[in-house]
C-alpha cells in the first residue's frame, strides 16, 4: 500500500507563488510515477501534471503550462508541484496520485491540499 502525504496549501495573492509537497511512504518512490491532479466544488477532476519514476521527463497541463513545475526527491521520497504566477482559478483542492510504472490508471491518492489564490 502506498500512502500519500499533501502539505503546502494554503492562502496566497494573485500573482504570488507556492510550492507543494506530497510525500511517500513507499519504499518504492524511486519507481513510481507521481502526478497532480485538482478538482472544483461540482466540478470532474483535473490533470495538472505528471513526472515519470526517473524523473527526467514531465508533463503539464495547458493550463499551467508555464507557471507550473514539477520535481522529485528520491532520498526524500517527495515529490513537489511548484507554482508560479497564480491565478485565481487556480483555487481549488490539489490531489497528489501515484502510480507504477506502466499502470494506465493512479491508485494511490492523497487527502488533498487546498489552495486559495485571492484577486
Known amino acids: 500500500q502506498v500512502q500519500l502525504v499533501e502539505s503546502g496549501g494554503g492562502l496566497v495573492q494573485a500573482g504570488g507563488s507556492l510550492t507543494l509537497s506530497c510525500t511517500t511512504s513507499?519504499?518504492?518512490?524511486?519507481?513510481?510515477?507521481m502526478g497532480w491532479f485538482r478538482q472544483a466544488p461540482g466540478k470532474e477532476r483535473e490533470f495538472v501534471g505528471a513526472?515519470?519514476?526517473?524523473?527526467?521527463?514531465?508533463a503539464l497541463a495547458d493550463s499551467v503550462k508555464g507557471r507550473f513545475t514539477i520535481s522529485k526527491d528520491d532520498a526524500k521520497s517527495t515529490v513537489y508541484l511548484q507554482m508560479y504566477s497564480l491565478k485565481p482559478e487556480d483555487t481549488v483542492v490539489y490531489y497528489c496520485?501515484?502510480?507504477?510504472?506502466?499502470?494506465?490508471?493512479?491508485?494511490?491518492w492523497g487527502q488533498g491540499t487546498q489552495v486559495t489564490v485571492s484577486s
Open positions: 513526472i515519470t519514476a526517473s524523473g527526467y521527463n514531465t
Open positions: 513507499a519504499s518504492t518512490f524511486s519507481y513510481l510515477v
Open positions: 496520485a501515484a502510480k507504477r510504472r506502466g499502470a494506465a490508471d493512479y491508485p494511490y
